[in-house]
């Protein structure tokens, strides 16, 4: 789990109060019913600002930060899809010296996202390293860290890559707004069990998001790179939107 502290949420937002009862009653002693993930992802979605309004940078509540790191990632995994892991790496490395797997996930962190001081970025600075953590299971040298890059990316294309960034962005959301509540009023067995099972189930719905495009040549920091990345987010927040069990 990316983060472990809660901090808050925005509480006078009108979206908070059922999101907030939603996410407790779906706990259910760490057995959460697919019908309450639902409910608690299309809440989500509705206190981010919709699908629309989370997207596009009109929510006051989330999405901007989400965005702003996911085109930082997506041009860095371009940049290994056209000239390599390692060259990729030295591109963002700023002349240090990279001695181990451990330490390339932290300068790729640090460039996909390097403020965490808002919830916003927060929640993209945890998903960064979740998908990185994925992406680099078991690696210990910079090498097998870049045979995990090359392998999720013919696997999986990036594209989806993006799009399981977005998930766990999504999930990281509800863990700083929620985790430390729910260890208190539920406990950590029914908490954690609530989370893996969300974790699952958001992967689940989004596993077909993609539309597996060709996306090496995109420039990221474009008006283009910009809007097309919007619509990836768009895209996987509307596979959760008004959900109705």
């Known amino acids: 789990m990316g983060t472990s502290k809660a901090y808050g949420g925005l509480k006078g937002n009108p979206t908070w109060g059922p999101l907030s009862s939603t996410v407790t009653r779906a706990v259910n002693g760490g057995h959460p019913t697919k019908s309450s993930l639902g409910s608690v992802m299309s809440h989500t979605v509705a206190h981010l600002g919709g699908s629309h309004g989370a997207s596009s940078g009109g929510s006051s509540t989330g999405g901007r930060a989400g965005v702003r790191a996911a085109r930082q990632l997506g041009s860095f995994i371009g940049n290994v899809q056209n000239y390599g892991f390692i060259q990729a790496l030295d591109l963002i490395a700023g002349g240090v010296e990279i001695e181990d797997a451990n330490q390339a996930i932290n300068v790729i962190l640090e460039h996909c996202a390097e403020q965490a001081g808002i919830l916003d970025e927060i929640a993209a600075k945890a998903a960064i390293r979740d998908l990185l ?6 690696a210990e040298t910079i090498e097998e860290l870049g045979d995990g890059f090359d392998a999720a990316i013919k696997d999986f294309g990036a594209e989806e890559l993006l799009v399981k960034y977005f998930g766990y962005y999504l999930y990281e959301h509800l863990c700083t707004d929620f985790y430390e509540k729910l260890i208190k009023e539920k406990g950590i067995r029914e908490t954690e069990g609530f989370y893996r099972d969300l974790k699952d189930y958001i992967a689940e719905k989004t596993k077909t998001t993609s539309k597996h495009r060709d996306l090496k040549k995109i420039d990221w ?11 990836i987010f768009r895209d996987t927040l509307k596979e959760f939107e008004n959900y109705e069990g």
């Open 221 to 231: 920091q474009s008006d283009y790179g910009k809007e097309l990345m919007q619509e």
């Open 133 to 138: 953590e994925e992406i680099g299971a078991g």
